[in-house]
């Protein structure tokens, strides 16, 4: 991102709190158990929680219950983007749930599910 845009301004704020400490939510068992350089976590709020990027690339009708569950566990000052097809749900999801702290990226890869992904461009909208 070439800039970053507070989206406080038009977003409701948000009282960001875990439900368990993020020690607890780490699935380092299965993570020793694997002869891996990745981490698993145990659920969406440890990846929440410790990620500085994120991207919710889910169905449109998904957008905000999956938001509104691991949304507000998200990092401060984290990057969140939105891949989905429409986008209302995605903003009314993003503005209602995530913490007024993060930076927000929309992004539409201009295919559908009858168009292959190779070969077509990305766009990016910035708030």
Do not use: C, W
Request: proline letters at 10%; a neutral charge; aromatic letters at 4%.
């Amino acid at each position: 991102m070439t800039s970053q845009m507070p989206m406080q301004s038009y977003r409701k704020s948000t009282k960001v709190s875990s439900p368990r400490p993020l020690s607890s939510r780490l699935n380092t068992q299965r993570a020793d158990e694997i002869d891996s350089p990745i981490t698993p976590l145990i659920d969406g709020h440890a990846v929440s929680r410790i990620s500085d990027f994120i991207i919710y690339s889910v169905e449109s009708s998904s957008i905000i219950p999956i938001v509104r569950e691991y949304g507000p566990s998200t990092k401060m000052g984290a990057t969140v983007a939105g891949q989905t097809s429409v986008k209302a749900p995605e903003k009314e999801a993003f503005e209602k749930y995530l913490p007024g702290d993060v930076d927000i990226v929309s992004v539409h890869s201009l295919h559908g599910p009858t168009v292959t992904t190779e070969g077509q461009p990305l766009v990016s909208l910035p708030p």
